[in-house]
């Protein structure tokens, strides 16, 4: 427990921790509930992924040398996973990073896209359009 708290207030500055008791009526430091929803989806599916490969969360966390109550606190988005942590997770659990993490970013109209592309394999030559074709043979196989 002490080194929870040294955790917390190491890794948290005071504007994001509360003191009083938690739902058991346990006094300490607790973290504000802004954890980012972005954060929290992760969570929620790094959970799924857990049940749906019907692992308890002490199984789980083996591999991966972690406690399994603090990975509880990440499963509830209580506590944000470090990108580390997320990397291994999928390194261990050979889980795509791109089924885990979703990324909002405005698409290009796919005609301009293409159009875009060939206007800069247009300058590329040999050992470049090589390197550029397994580049995109490898991205067709993982999606």
Known sequence: MIIL????????????????????GKRGN????????RVKNIALKLRKIRELKGLTREKFCEPLGENSEYWGLIE???????????????????????????????????????AEISDLLESCKGKQ???????????AMAL
């Open 129 to 139: 359009l090589e390197m550029i074709k397994k580049f995109v043979e490898n991205i």
């Open 5 to 24: 708290y040294f955790y917390i207030c190491i890794n948290f500055p005071v504007s994001d921790r509360i003191k009083g008791k938690d739902k058991y």
């Open 76 to 114: 509830r988005g209580e506590q944000a996973i470090s990108l580390v942590k997320l990397l291994q997770v999928c390194e261990t659990y050979d889980i795509p990073i791109e089924t885990v993490v979703d990324l909002n970013y405005q698409t290009m109209d796919d005609k301009a896209l293409r």
């Open 30 to 37: 607790f973290i504000l509930e802004n954890i980012d929803d």
